[in-house]
């Protein structure tokens, strides 16, 4: 194991200098990731007994504020459930806005960061590009000069330009990964709210004898 980690370590700083800023990205990128799994799991996790509740055909407003007065107040569903309760003597035009907003602000906590996941995608094979230009910059400019060519040199300049490369686009395929993950958790995260949200109303409505 020793061994096996000495000889990445030894090719990555094979891949010239900058392999440093493309790791950096690649840090930047897990704790951008570690942060949205976090978030996610405890912020967007829909209380399950909330959600069977509510498609109930038995239905009743007193266990629901029970089980919502449960529930983990962390929760943006939860959050997004207490808003349209509390305005439930309000009209319907008055509880949607307001539901409206929460649901806003559930969705600003789902996007944040994700801009950062945007820019290691694009970044990554940047660095990792300029490092292949690099690399090869030196190995041709071996060519150039007078007397014998080390084969070495030129096989370390190459191998420079492999590596940074190879660096960048996996850098790049792993935050885009993840990004693409998020972005579709996020949009079933808000179609699920809405889902429940305008169910929630159309029993507020129902309550009220509203066609």
């Not at 107040?73 to 307001?98: L, Y």
């Amino acid at each position: 194991m020793e061994v096996s980690l000495s000889a990445a370590l030894a090719g990555l700083r094979a891949g010239g200098v900058f392999i440093y800023p493309l790791l950096a990205v690649g840090l930047i990128g897990i704790a951008c990731i570690v942060d949205r799994l976090y978030m996610f799991s405890r912020h967007a996790r829909l209380p399950a007994a909330l959600a069977e509740h509510l498609d109930d055909p038995r239905f009743a407003w007193e266990k629901f504020r029970h089980l919502l007065a449960e529930a983990p107040s962390h929760s943006d569903f939860v959050g997004f459930f207490k808003v349209i309760v509390d305005n439930a003597e309000h009209p319907v035009w008055w509880i949607e806005t307001r539901a409206a907003d929460q649901a806003a602000l559930a969705e600003r906590r789902l996007d944040q960061g994700l801009w950062i996941l945007e820019t290691v995608v694009t970044a990554a094979p940047l660095l990792g590009l300029l490092g292949t230009i690099s690399g090869m910059i030196g190995a041709f400019r071996l060519f150039g000069g007078s007397g014998a060519v080390d084969p070495a040199a030129v096989t370390g300049g190459v191998a420079e330009a492999l590596i940074a490369t190879a660096v960048g686009i996996g850098i790049a395929l792993a935050a885009l990964t993840a990004y693409n993950f998020f972005s579709h958790r996020r949009a079933r995260v808000l179609d699920e709210m809405e889902r429940l949200g305008t169910r929630l109303i159309d029993r507020i409505r129902l309550g009220r004898g509203e066609a």
